[in-house]
């Protein structure tokens, strides 16, 4: 993915707001902030749903702080380890926050429709992490590049969740549950979308074929990432 292609500055900003979000939770230490207050006493008290909601939120604001610095092509030449430092860490986030994802988004508000919308999110956001660690252990750095741009669109939901919500309950006037119920499939599937269409453009992009080519075989022999 190259520089130019991404609105860099909207991009990071809201990556950094939200990725600092969680840390209300841990400075707010109530029952009743945020998400608890519409949530039933117990179930905040629940010593699995509790800690499940903690890694979760943790973990996801580590994955969205971190992940957009990984996407400049420049620094990614320049500080390869830097990227592969920074890569782990975020493959560690994804992996543990769409975990406890899963488990929560059981005992998600509005039942079903978002439990099922914030599950199949939780086991993609999973599938391409694993889709794009191992497309790396195996050396192929486009087929990496790939997963980790359709792992971050899906990372980028809990902004874009951020922005539909009160986009439909301010200005459509909708009650929260309804907005809910398609904001949970409407976070992510326009993103996914969006990810396909900038890779498919990006095809055409000439690409430092002799620096892949040679990273490639530099990768192959020294599988390190
Ligand atoms: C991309 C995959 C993600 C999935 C599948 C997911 C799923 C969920 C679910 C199921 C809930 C509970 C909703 C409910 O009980 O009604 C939740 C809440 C929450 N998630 Fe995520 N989430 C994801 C990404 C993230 C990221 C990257 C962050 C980082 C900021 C994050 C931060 C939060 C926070 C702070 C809450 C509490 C609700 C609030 O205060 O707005 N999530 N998430």
């Known amino acids: ?10 991009f990071a900003f809201f990556a950094i707001v939200i990725g600092l979000y969680p840390l209300t939770y841990y400075l707010l230490n109530t029952d009743h902030f945020g998400l608890f207050h519409q949530k039933p006493i117990q ?6 749903w509790h800690t499940a909601f903690y ?18 092509q420049r620094l990614r030449y320049k500080y390869i380890n830097a990227h592969r430092f920074v890569g782990k860490i975020y493959v560690i986030a994804v992996m543990l926050s769409s975990v406890a994802a899963l488990f929560i988004a059981v005992f998600a508000i ?5 439990t099922t919308g914030f599950g199949v999110l939780a086991i993609l956001w999973f599938f391409t992490i694993s889709k794009a660690y191992t497309s790396i252990l195996k050396g192929n750095i486009i087929q990496h590049e790939n997963w980790m741009v359709r792992n971050y669109a899906l990372t980028f939901s809990a902004v874009t969740l951020r922005i539909w919500m009160p986009a439909f309950q301010l200005i459509a006037h909708w ?5 809910y119920h398609i904001v949970s499939w409407l976070c992510w599937v326009p993103n996914l979308i969006i990810a396909e269409i900038m ?3 990006n095809k055409n992009v000439p690409l430092k074929i002799s620096f892949l080519k040679s990273r ?3 990768l192959k022999n020294n599988c390190d990432f």
């Open 1 to 10: 993915m190259r520089v130019k292609n991404l609105p860099w500055i909207p």
């Open 216 to 218: 490639q075989s530099s």
């Open 43 to 48: 179930l905040v008290r629940n010593f699995y």
């Open 55 to 72: 890694i979760h939120i943790t973990f996801g604001g580590i994955a969205l702080l971190t992940g957009w610095t990984q996407f400049s």
């Open 199 to 201: 890779m498919g453009r």
């Open 175 to 179: 009650d929260f549950i309804t907005a």
């Open 110 to 114: 509005g039942g079903i429709i978002t």
